[in-house]
């Protein structure tokens, strides 16, 4: 039986429609066209060279010009077309308490510092956004605020208060309980992860995570990160490293550096860290792990850290508490060739970075005498050319407001846009034949009253 847009169709002979020259003509130009794009997306995707630097370049990658970074059309899409809720902090009870603290004492500056202050930084920018909207209607996504890792640190909560104080800010979210929390982004910045929300996989398990994290192997041996939900985000540099004005510490000339390799950090009892330190009392002139202060009248400021940082070819980052460190995203600000020893990392935008032509990655079981002699054998000039990537792509560790055209904050809205999905559901909503939500007692969105059971 056929299709009602068939009877407006003209048929020849057969049900078949007319072929004429002119038809025959665009057919030959459409699949010529074909071809040759599905001969530019199927190239191997880079503007770097392969892993073999006596390979001649490959040319397929957008690359940046400029500093502005071309994003890839396949499985992005022509440009950005997002929108974004931001969740005020006097919109929830208890939402001031995960972002400040329970007597509000925690100050936003104060978390903005250090390791976790993407926390922070993302929820200001995206404040600025013109990606934001005061509409929730008409959001593709919902962004819930939380300096929880700070403010745990700071004493501001303790893990049953931080709990407590989740479930208590998500039962009064009627869009989350729509979708489930499909549509809802919670930012995670540290190794630990979402299991700082220690019920993360009963009431947050849909939703999108934004962390520098996909490997939280801790204690229970589990990990919150889901490849097919979630974003890795690259850690928080120093502000005085990433800025596009005069850097608190500027690299050095390669031919100036004294070392070959460093490893700055502290020993944590790991096993990989270890080795280091053993291997660094064999080689001292190679090698260098020094002990590391981070507090008291010794401890190493960030000017000296960087400087000690630069003063080698190759920056070592063995894997700690978990499997990300922030010394990666570090290293590239003083021109010094990452090496990972981390076996399980996950590395952000991976769809358009080929890691590669920036970075090595050794194994974690062959830490010894033998690393040190294979980043010997590698020529300066094949080093420059890896330093000369890593300038190009470095701009994506920093974020800046959109204004700059290369940021952290431009790749995790690239991510985003591709977790939006046009159909929203969860296990207590339900919809009828005109396209409205209901509840299982038959009670219209727009009518849910917080609070609301979650589980």
């Known amino acids: ?21 002119t038809h025959q003509i665009g057919a030959l130009l459409l699949v010529a066209a074909t071809f040759f794009l599905s001969r530019i997306f199927d190239s191997p995707c880079d503007g770097f060279p392969s892993a073999d630097l006596s390979r001649p370049l490959r040319s397929e990658l957008p690359s940046f010009h400029g500093g502005d970074f071309s994003w890839p059309l396949r499985g992005y899409g022509p440009h950005l077309d997002l929108k974004i809720y931001v969740y005020d902090e006097n919109e929830i009870e208890g939402l001031k308490a995960l972002m400040y603290g329970r007597d509000g004492k925690i100050s936003a500056v104060k978390c903005m510092k250090g390791q976790w202050g993407t926390q922070v930084k993302i929820h200001k920018l995206l404040l600025i956004s013109r990606f934001q909207t005061r509409k929730k209607e008409e959001a593709d996504l919902f962004f819930v605020p939380s300096y929880i890792k700070c403010v745990r640190m700071l004493g501001g909560l303790d893990d049953k208060e931080i709990t407590d104080t989740y479930v208590k800010v998500l039962s009064q979210m009627p869009y989350f309980r729509r979708s489930g929390g499909r549509d809802h982004i919670f930012v ?5 992860g979402a ?43 120093d502000d005085s490293m990433t800025t596009n004005g005069e850097r608190a510490v500027q690299p050095l000339p390669l031919s100036k550096r004294k070392l070959l ?24 002139h190679k090698l260098e792990c020094p ?31 978990s499997s990300w460190t922030l010394r990666f995203y570090e290293s590239f600000f003083v021109e010094c060739v990452p090496v990972i020893m981390s076996d399980q990392i996950e590395l952000p935008f991976q769809n358009v970075i080929d890691y590669t032509q920036i970075s090595i990655k050794w194994p974690s079981t062959r830490i010894g005498p ?57 296990a207590e909503t339900f919809w009828l034949h005109n396209g409205s939500y209901v509840n299982r007692n038959l009670v219209e969105f727009s009518k849910w009253k917080p609070p609301m059971p979650l589980s």
Request: charged share 25%; proline share 7%.
């Open 1 to 21: 039986m056929g299709s009602p847009t068939n009877k407006s169709r003209p048929l020849g002979a057969g049900g078949h429609t007319h072929c004429t020259r």
């Open 188 to 192: 995670f910045p540290s190794g630990i």
């Open 195 to 237: 299991h700082i929300f220690k019920s993360w996989e009963i009431y947050i398990n849909r939703s999108i995570f934004l962390t520098p994290e996909g490997d939280r192997t801790d204690k229970k041996d589990t990990s919150a990160f889901n490849t097919w939900k979630d974003i890795i985000i690259p850690g928080n540099v």
């Open 261 to 284: 390799a460093n490893y700055l950090g502290r020993a944590q009892g790991k096993v990989g860290r270890l080795k280091l330190i053993e291997l660094a009392k064999q080689f001292p």
């Open 291 to 321: 002990d590391l202060r981070f507090s008291g009248p010794n401890k190493l400021g960030r000017p000296e850290y960087f400087e000690h940082l630069r003063n080698a070819k190759f920056c070592l980052a063995p894997r700690g508490e």
């Open 370 to 426: 033998e690393l040190l002699e294979y980043l010997e054998s590698i020529p300066d000039k094949d080093i420059e050319t890896m330093i000369s990537h890593g300038r190009q792509v470095r701009c994506l560790w920093a974020y800046a407001p959109e204004s700059s055209p290369c940021s952290a904050m431009q790749g995790i809205m690239w991510e985003l846009q591709r977790k939006v999905r046009q159909f929203q559901q969860s």
